[in-house]
Nanobody, 124 residues
Framework: QVQLVESGGGLVQAGDSLRLSCAAS????????VGWFRQAPGKEREFVAG????????YYATSVKGRSTISRDNAKNTVYLQMNSLKPEDTAVYYC?????????????????WGQGTQVTVSS
């Protein structure tokens, strides 16, 4: 069982940066791949970035590639999503999710554990 808690969201202006954190409970968090997803009002939840538990490889959605960095600190049981050059279209609730079998899933249905989400609002 893994419990996830996101933090770091807020209201920022276009061009600003934010670092989201996903803190996990459980001693074996290092054995879970972690993904960040986001959901804007009226839209489906979409994959943003993921990091594999096997080799730390990362994968990004085209919409954030080059502007975002996902990383993990297994000693702190935490995964981070650094987002730079934020745009109004980045406004959404951001969720982190964990999955313990697949190396780097990008579909929300592949993930077993979810946090409650943190709101990111980017004003123009």
């Amino acid at each position: 069982q893994v419990q996830l808690v996101e933090s770091g969201g807020g209201l920022v202006q276009a061009g600003d940066s934010l670092r989201l954190s996903c803190a996990a409970s459980g001693r074996t968090f290092s054995r879970y791949s972690v993904g960040w997803f986001r959901q804007a009002p009226g839209k489906e939840r979409e994959f943003v970035a993921g990091i594999s538990w096997i080799d730390g490889s990362t994968y990004y959605a085209t919409s954030v590639k080059g502007r975002s960095t996902i990383s993990r600190d297994n000693a702190k049981n935490t995964v981070y999503l650094q987002m730079n050059s934020l745009k109004p279209e980045d406004t959404a609730v951001y969720y982190c999710a964990a999955e313990g079998t697949l190396p780097l899933p990008t579909k929300s249905t592949n993930y077993d554990y979810w946090g409650q989400g943190t709101q990111v609002t980017v004003s123009s």
